[in-house]
């Protein structure tokens, strides 16, 4: 009749014959993939922190409160717009798949704003008195347009601070 075995003792003499490299390899391969969480971690949050610092940046006067509205927003923007569109490229990396496109469609929205300045026109100097009176509504409409948009923008660092 044979001996009954149990499984502990089982399990231990398995574990004793069991050849060493295969744990290694383990450990190893698990400790690679933590360094590579730790170091896309940084860089996640790295690119967040430029991302917001460089639209608060660039955008001071204009968001998140108006102190100084531009009279042509387009010329304002256009040599600011490479540092935005660097900080943009930064975090679209860490963007997930399932939002990268609205995340590409409301850069496209800010960036169409910016090169047309919102679609506004300039007066001519004879009719300055009475279109000054006149687009002050769409000078608002205009600000709350870029506010929204740069909001939209913004809102998606926060997926990472939680």
Request: hydrophobic letters at 40%; a negative charge.
């Amino acid at each position: 009749m044979e001996k009954f075995i149990e499984p502990s003792d089982q399990i231990l003499f398995y574990i004793q014959d069991l050849p060493f490299w295969p744990i290694a390899l383990l450990g190893l391969v698990l400790l690679v993939g933590v360094g590579v969480d730790l170091v896309n971690r940084r860089r996640r949050e790295g690119a967040v922190e430029y991302f917001e610092s460089a639209f608060r940046e660039e955008l001071a006067g204009l968001y998140p409160i108006v102190t100084r509205w531009p009279e042509d927003l387009a010329a304002y923007i256009q040599p600011r717009l490479p540092v935005l569109r660097d900080a943009f490229e930064a975090l679209r990396n860490f963007i997930p798949q399932n939002q990268l496109r609205e995340y590409n469609a409301a850069w496209n929205r800010f960036y169409q704003f910016s090169r047309t300045g919102g679609g506004s026109q300039v007066a001519s100097s004879e009719d300055s008195a009475q279109e000054s009176i006149v687009n002050q509504p769409d000078l608002q409409q205009q600000q709350q347009a870029f506010q929204q948009i740069v909001s939209d923008l913004l809102a998606y660092t926060d997926l990472f601070k939680k």
